[in-house]
């Protein structure tokens, strides 16, 4: 329900803005691009609502562990990747600098001397400021380089676009509910930390339509899409999704979690030294291998330490 509510959402939204003629470059960038965050973010703000603080940092910062290792593992394999040079320069960079962002944030006992962990409004004010200038920076870049196919839109009658609209708010309003207390019923019932299931279980479950929409871009040599919708997943995913759900409430972080963040890190880091070594601005094959490899590894690690 979550994923075709947001799926939905998503082709009403679209079909509506193009009957307002606004441009199909625009509603990607935005209307598109946002349905595919919006599992995260109703999760995530049911989450916090709720109480479960663990579940949230969980799936955003296992989401993008699974974006980077798992996807761009299956997706290289497939096919290798190669990446242009924008990508390497700055979204990969920024990539890096809004993960180190978080963990700043996130950790105040450590940075402000804090007697507490805790993400506030002002963060999250911060980072959806953050979100506004990355959204600034992929609409200049567009102008000044637009892309050589743009995805047709279909639009529906007023009928089918309302029958969208009000399906996919449902879709992804119940859809969050069962997932979120279905989580909690899952660390309960297996005496397990909420934050191990959603580093896992929910993490997965968002990031399928990721999974899917690589492994398909990679399988067609659309090495572009394939690359993009992960970094541009992350970004998200950090910026918006995280952003908005601490504007809505504050949220107690784990240091547990710091293990997790550097991983992450790490995942990021490595990405840019196969970008500049070999076959520079290539992710190659045994490089994708190697990350699902790191991915495996760390499902293992995760449940030893539950």
Do not use: C
């Not at 924008?86 to 978080?102: C, D, Q, Y």
């Not at 009000?166 to 997932?179: E, S, T």
């Not at 995280?242 to 990405?271: K, Q």
């Amino acid at each position: 329900m979550l994923i075709k509510g947001a799926e939905a959402l998503v082709n009403g939204a679209s079909s509506l803005a193009k009957r307002f003629h606004v441009p199909d470059l625009a509603i990607g960038l935005t209307i598109v691009a946002l349905g595919t965050s919006a599992p995260e973010l109703v999760v995530n703000v049911l989450s916090g609502t709720d109480g479960h603080p663990e579940v949230v940092f969980g799936n955003i910062i296992g989401s993008n562990i699974f974006n980077l290792f798992l996807i761009l593992g299956v997706a290289g394999a497939i096919y290798p990747l190669p990446v242009q040079r924008s990508t390497v320069m700055r979204e990969l960079p920024f990539s890096l600098f809004i993960t180190l962002l978080l963990f700043y944030l996130a950790n105040d006992e450590l940075f402000n001397g804090e007697d507490f962990n805790r993400t506030s409004l002002l963060d999250g004010i911060i980072l959806l400021g953050f979100f506004a200038i990355f959204l600034w920076y992929v609409f200049g870049s567009l102008k000044r380089r637009p892309p050589h196919q743009v995805s047709k839109i279909r639009v529906y009658s007023s009928f089918g676009i309302a029958t969208r609209l009000l399906f996919g708010l449902m879709g992804l309003g119940f859809g969050g509910k069962f997932v979120v207390d279905n989580a909690i019923a899952i660390a309960q019932a297996f005496e397990v930390s909420e934050k191990l299931v959603g580093l896992t279980i929910i993490a997965a479950g968002t990031s399928l339509p990721e999974l899917a929409t690589s492994a398909v871009a990679a399988y067609k040599r659309q090495a572009d899409i394939a690359i993009g919708n992960v970094i541009g997943s992350n970004i998200f995913n950090i910026l918006l999704v995280l952003g908005v759900t601490t504007v809505v409430t504050p949220l107690d972080y784990d240091t547990a979690l710091n293990t997790d963040v550097f991983i992450l890190l790490s995942g990021t880091v490595l990405l840019l030294v196969f970008m500049f070594t070999i076959n520079k601005k290539k992710l190659d094959r045994w490089e994708s291998l190697l990350y699902l490899a790191t991915f495996i590894g760390y499902m293992i690690y995760l449940f030893i330490r539950k």
